[in-house]
């Protein structure tokens, strides 16, 4: 791969930056070290740093000639809450919590480049860095930001986000137009009936009936009354009712959760939820309710940016190396917020099948996002920054 030597050179303490973020994680607006750690070294870079937006974010500004062009640059900084099974050094020092997607990387991608920016200012407008917290678990941190003034402090022209992608081939780039990741949302159907003893049904309204008749139900919405050319998925992942042999429940719980590409098939699948939660018990003698959350918007690439990060990628790795129409991908992100605000595009690089990681300390499960056996590749760091590097010069390119 074609780094920037500089940035090359600095790959030892790039991997060291990593490895010591991975070694210490913090789950959502929880990020104090993390962000404090991010600050100090945009600091020391000179940059203008800005703390406590969306909590424990942080932003620095970067100015470079005279353009008026401004572009943002978005890492996600949280971790998850799940155990780490891998033995390295680097493992996690904190039981129960987990670097199990590379926001380590991103954060340390984003920061190798600000580095090297900070010292070569070949480019005309500014750079706003934006290390971003609580990106897991339906915290949305980038709408938190928003809500702090994140684009009314920082107006960008556009926004650009790098998500590792285990499986693809190490340092392949990937991008795609439109509907890139899908919406999430979660929802929770309380089912009322009559309890009493399990001798005497009759004398009863059973709601784990109703809810067995539910759950054939709820997936008619995807079968048969979505359009079978729009993709989504309902999917029924907790039912809770009854604590005893001998009696019938008054209450049956299901939950699960909703994904699609786009927000008109999101709103059909709710309003058909909605019916049936509220009719079907009824047909029973009991009643029904829906909460219905929607966490995360689907995350659509804007056409223009996305074909611009694609060159940029060509240009400075070779086209072997970036795939232009990569396949949708049925995850969430909340960068979707930033997308729905600015234009700009989610890309993606490869982070291989995990042959980085040591034979003898890592566990026995896949090197897949989520896993407690999950780590960053490192290889990824001087490419990441590389690439941040190169996608500044190019969107804001200094007229000789």
Known sequence: MKTLAEIERAHGELTELRRDIHAHPELAFQETRTSNLVA?????????????????????VLRGGS???????????????????????????????MHGCGHDG???MLLGAAQYLSTHRDFDGTVVFIFQPAEEGGNAGARAMMQDGLFDKFPCDAVFGIHNMPGMPVNQFGFRAGPTMASSNRWDIVI??????AAQPHASVDPIIVAADMVHALQTVISRSKNPLEQAVLSITQIHAGDAYNVIPGEAVLRGTVRTYSVEVLDKIEEDMRRIATTLPQVYGGSGTLDFVRAYPPLVNWDKETAFAAQVAEDAFGAENVVRDMPPFMGAEDFSFFLEALPGTYLFLGNGDGDHRMES??????????????????????VGATYWVKLVEAYLPRHK
């Open 40 to 60: 100090e070294r945009l600091r020391q870079w000179g940059l203008e740093v800005h703390t406590g937006l969306g909590k424990t974010g942080v932003v620095g």
């Open 361 to 382: 300390y890592h566990g026995m499960g896949p090197c897949q996002l989520h896993n407690p056996n999950y780590d960053f590749n490192d290889a990824l760091l001087p």
């Open 192 to 197: 009322k009936g009559v309890g009493g003893h």
């Open 67 to 97: 353009g008026g062009k401004t572009i943002g640059l978005r890492a996600d900084m949280d971790a998850l809450p799940m155990p780490e099974h891998n033995r390295f050094a680097h493992k996690s020092t904190i039981s129960g919590r």
């Open 106 to 108: 991103h954060t340390t």
